[in-house]
C-alpha cells in the first residue's frame, strides 16, 4: 500500500487522545478517534496523574480507532519528567506524582550539595525546573515505594509497557529527566552514582522509529486491533514531536511549541553548555535524529488555563472566543507580568496571582477579566521576544522566521502580539503539531517518508498555515520589553 494509517496517542496536561493520521507519499490527514480529561486527583500525600483513568482513555481510544479502520502501528507521546514506579512483580507503585505537586520544593538545595549545579549542567545541559525527574527521585528519597522499586519508567514508557509488555526508556523523554549524559547520550553513571540513584532503575534506552514492541493479547481483544500491530518508538515528549513537525523548509527557524507550556527555542546539531547559556537557563533536550532542542520553558497557556479554571469554580465560567475578543478589545501595555515567575507554578486563584504580581511591581492591577487576558498575552508575546532573542544569541545563529505550533497556533491574538513583539514573521500552525509527529516518525519507521526535512516539507504542504508579518509600534514593544526589563 502507498497509504497507510497510524494511531498517535497524544496526552496533554489536561485532556488525552488518540488521533488516526493517514499518510501517503504527497498525502496527511489526522481525524480525531477519541478524546478524554485528564483530571489531576489530589490525595493526602499531593497532587498525582490518574495513571488508570489515562490507559483506560488509550484503550477506549484504540478501540475506537480500530472501529474507524485500524492502525498499521500505534505511538504513544505525553508531557515529560513525570514516571511511575513497578516493583519487583511489575505492579505499579501508586500514582505517579503531577510535576506541579509542591513535594520538590527544597530538593533541588540538597541535590545541589552532592552535585553542584553548574556540574549538573556541565552533564546534562537541562535547564533548571524545579520539577526534572532527578529533584522529584530526591523528594521521593526514603520512601517505602522508592525503596520497593525495581523500575522507574516515564509515562508514555509505562503506557508503551502496559500496552505491549516491554521496558523501555525513550530518549528525547529521558533527557528531561535531569540524569542523561547530553553528550554521550547515555544514562549518566557518574551522576546516578553520586546522587546515590540506583541504576537498575533506568531501562534500557530507546530511540524514536524503532520498534518497541506488539499489543498483548488481552490489549488486541479488548481494541479490537490486530495482535500483531506493533507499538513503534516515536518522540514519547510531547516537545520533541512536535518539532519533528515544525513546518520549516528553509533554514534560519526558531519555533514556538505553544500550548500549557510554550517552548521556545532552535534545533541544534551540538548542545550549547556555556556558562551563559546556563545562566540564561536554557535547556539541551534531544530532538529526533540526535539533534537538540535548545529551548527554554515559559508559562505559557497555563495562565490563561488555570484563570479559566478559577473563574469557572468561581460560578461564572467564560469561553475562550469571549474572552479573546475582549482582550483584544483592551488599551495594550497596561499591567505586564513575567510569566516565568515561580509563584504562577502551581495550581491555584490565578487571577489573584496576577493581581499580587502587578502590586508588588508597582503596576496597576488589570480589572476586567479582558484586561487580565490581555496582561497575560503581551506578557507571553514579551517572553516569547526575549528567550528567542537569548537563543539565537546565545548560539550564534540568525532568526528568520518564527514557526509557532500547537493549540497556541489557534490564538490569533496571541499570534499577532509574538510576530509584532519579535518583530519577526510568524507562521502560525499546524495546531496538531504533536500528534502529526508521533505520526511521522511511525510513517518514517514504515517506509512512508524518507527523512526529516521530507516530513517537514509534508506538514507544510498539507496542513492549513496563517503567516503573520510584524506589525504595530516597534517604539512601544521596545519599552513595554524594557519595563519588566527584557530588553
Ligand atoms: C509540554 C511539556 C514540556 C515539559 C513540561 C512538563 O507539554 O512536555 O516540554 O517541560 O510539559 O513535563
Known amino acids: 500500500t502507498s497509504t497507510l494509517s497510524f494511531a498517535a496517542v497524544d496526552l496533554g496536561a489536561t485532556s488525552g487522545r488518540v488521533i488516526l493520521g493517514r499518510v501517503g507519499p504527497d498525502s496527511l490527514g489526522l481525524t480525531e478517534a477519541h478524546r478524554f480529561p485528564n483530571t489531576p486527583v489530589r490525595l493526602p500525600d499531593g497532587l498525582h496523574w490518574d495513571a488508570l483513568a489515562l490507559y483506560q482513555g488509550v484503550l477506549d481510544g484504540l478501540r475506537a480507532a480500530a472501529r474507524a479502520g485500524g492502525a498499521a502501528s500505534v505511538g504513544v507521546d505525553t508531557w515529560a519528567v ?3 514506579l513497578l516493583d519487583a512483580d511489575g505492579a505499579l507503585l501508586g500514582q505517579p506524582y503531577h510535576y506541579r505537586d509542591g513535594r520538590t520544593d527544597g530538593a533541588a538545595e ?8 553548574e556540574e549538573l549542567h556541565a552533564v546534562t545541559g537541562l535547564q533548571h525546573l524545579p520539577f526534572n525527574t532527578v529533584y522529584q527521585l530526591e523528594a521521593a528519597r526514603g520512601s517505602v515505594q522508592l525503596a520497593a522499586a525495581r523500575t522507574l ?4 514508557d509505562l503506557l508503551v509497557h502496559w500496552l505491549t509488555g516491554a521496558v523501555g526508556a525513550e530518549e528525547t523523554n529521558a533527557s528531561t529527566t535531569g540524569l542523561l549524559d547530553a553528550r554521550t547520550g547515555a544514562w549518566s553513571a557518574t551522576l546516578l552514582d553520586r546522587l546515590g540513584i540506583d541504576p537498575a532503575l533506568l531501562p534500557p534506552l530507546r530511540r524514536p522509529g524503532e520498534p518497541a514492541g506488539t499489543l498483548l493479547p488481552h ?3 479488548y481494541t479490537g486491533l490486530d495482535a ?3 507499538v513503534t518508538t516515536v518522540a514519547s515528549h510531547d516537545t520533541a514531536s512536535a518539532v519533528a513537525a515544525v513546518p520549516a523548509t528553509e533554514p534560519g527557524f526558531a519555533y514556538i511549541s505553544c500550548g500549557t507550556w510554550s517552548l521556545a527555542g532552535l534545533e541544534l546539531d551540538a548542545p550549547v553548555l556555556t556558562e551563559e547559556s546556563r545562566a540564561a537557563n536554557f535547556t539541551n533536550e534531544r530532538g529526533i535524529d540526535g539533534t537538540v532542542r535548545y529551548l527554554r520553558n515559559i508559562m505559557g497557556m497555563w495562565l490563561l488555563e488555570e484563570c479559566r479554571r478559577t473563574w469557572a469554580a468561581q460560578g461564572s465560567p467564560a469561553a475562550l472566543p469571549d474572552l479573546l475578543a475582549e482582550a483584544a478589545r483592551e488599551e495594550p501595555f497596561g499591567a505586564l507580568v513575567d510569566p516565568d515567575a515561580p509563584e504562577f507554578l502551581p495550581p491555584g486563584d490565578m487571577p489573584a496571582r496576577i493581581r499580587s504580581f502587578c502590586h508588588r511591581t508597582g503596576q496597576r492591577a488589570p480589572e476586567s477579566r479582558g484586561a487580565v487576558v490581555r496582561c497575560i498575552l503581551e506578557s507571553l508575546a514579551l517572553a516569547h521576544r526575549r528567550t528567542l532573542r537569548q537563543a539565537a544569541a546565545l548560539a550564534g545563529r540568525e532568526i528568520r522566521t518564527v514557526h509557532l505550533v500547537g493549540g497556541g497556533s489557534r490564538n490569533e491574538l496571541l499570534c499577532r502580539l509574538t510576530a509584532d513583539a519579535t518583530g519577526l514573521p510568524v507562521v502560525a500552525g499546524p495546531a496538531e503539531a504533536t500528534a502529526l509527529g508521533n505520526v511521522l516518525v511511525q510513517a518514517r519507521a514504515h517506509g512512508l517518508v524518507p527523512d526529516r526535512a521530507a516530513m517537514r ?3 507544510a504542504a498539507t496542513q492549513p498555515l496563517r503567516r503573520y508579518e510584524p506589525g504595530g509600534d516597534r517604539a512601544a514593544w521596545d519599552a513595554a520589553a524594557a519595563r519588566i526589563g527584557v530588553a
Open 457 to 459: 516539507r509534508l506538514v
Open 82 to 84: 513525570d514516571y511511575g
Open 110 to 117: 540538597r541535590v545541589w550539595a552532592a552535585v553542584g549545579p
Open 228 to 230: 500483531a500491530t506493533p
Open 153 to 156: 519508567l516515564l509515562v508514555p
Open 219 to 221: 490489549v488486541a481483544e
